[in-house]
T-cell receptor, first 113, second 114 residues
Framework: DSGVTQTPKHLITATGQRVTLRCSPRSGDLSVYWYQQSLDQGLQFLIQYYNGEERAKGNILERFSAQQFPDLHSELNLSSLELGDSALYFC????????????FGPGTRLTVT | AQSVTQLGSHVSVSEGALVLLRCNYSSSVPPYLFWYVQYPNQGLQLLLKYTSAATLVKGINGFEAEFKKSETSFHLTKPSAHMSDAAEYFCAVSDNSGYSTLTFGKGTMLLVSP
């Protein structure tokens, strides 16, 4: 158990809909990262937050957005969903500085039908 | 920009045989390097990390990796494969900034046969 929690574990929704994925980082970690994992694209970095502020952006679509709240949990919002958005979405957290390792949650499997 | 190349999307070994998973990186600054393992339907678990201390890094489950700057490589090895090692393995490089985004390779699926 990495200490990172993600909910829900599975999500099935229809095209055009909007969903919210939730992540709670390890105790003491200030940085949260979101990744998308699919068979064709592999593991893609989406976005990073540090202590409530956006710090880095990767291959995140404009239909996707995220935020980190004062209690440090984070939410990833996916809107106008398309079939191609079906993937595993991982959250990771780290203590900024030091050896920079990230600890991953168990993921949310999103299926868009 | 950083990048990671993992040679071989699938590697097959027999139980008890040497495991060698290859990773080459590209980075304009001294990198931090990581190996993660992903078991089916699970998240990624950190196996080991290189952070500019010893070039030979020992990790969990008997795995180790050697950082070779001249070859820009960070290959993962285990002397004797076990059936429980069957999983997907990811090499990753950090951008070495204060906010540590990771760039992952495409992964290598390790298959272990009895």
């Amino acid at each position: 158990d990495s200490g990172v929690t993600q909910t829900p574990k599975h999500l099935i929704t229809a095209t055009g809909q909007r969903v919210t994925l939730r992540c709670s980082p390890r105790s003491g970690d200030l940085s949260v990262y979101w990744y998308q994992q699919s068979l064709d694209q592999g593991l893609q970095f989406l976005i990073q937050y540090y202590n409530g502020e956006e710090r880095a952006k990767g291959n995140i679509l404009e239909r996707f957005s995220a935020q980190q709240f004062p209690d440090l949990h984070s939410e990833l919002n996916l809107s106008s969903l398309e079939l191609g958005d079906s993937a595993l979405y991982f959250c990771a957290s780290s203590v900024v500085g030091g050896s920079h390792e990230q600890y991953f949650g168990p993921g949310t499997r999103l299926t868009v039908t | 920009a950083q990048s990671v190349t993992q040679l071989g999307s699938h590697v097959s070994v027999s139980e008890g045989a040497l495991v060698l998973l290859r990773c080459n990186y590209s980075s304009s600054v001294p990198p931090y390097l990581f190996w993660y393992v992903q078991y089916p339907n699970q998240g990624l678990q950190l196996l080991l990390k290189y952070t500019s201390a010893a070039t030979l890094v020992k990790g969990i489950n008997g795995f180790e990796a050697e950082f070779k700057k001249s070859e820009t490589s960070f290959h993962l090895t285990k002397p004797s494969a076990h059936m429980s090692d069957a999983a997907e393995y990811f090499c990753a490089v950090s951008d070495n900034s204060g906010y540590s985004t990771l760039t992952f390779g495409k992964g290598t699926m390790l298959l272990v046969s009895p």
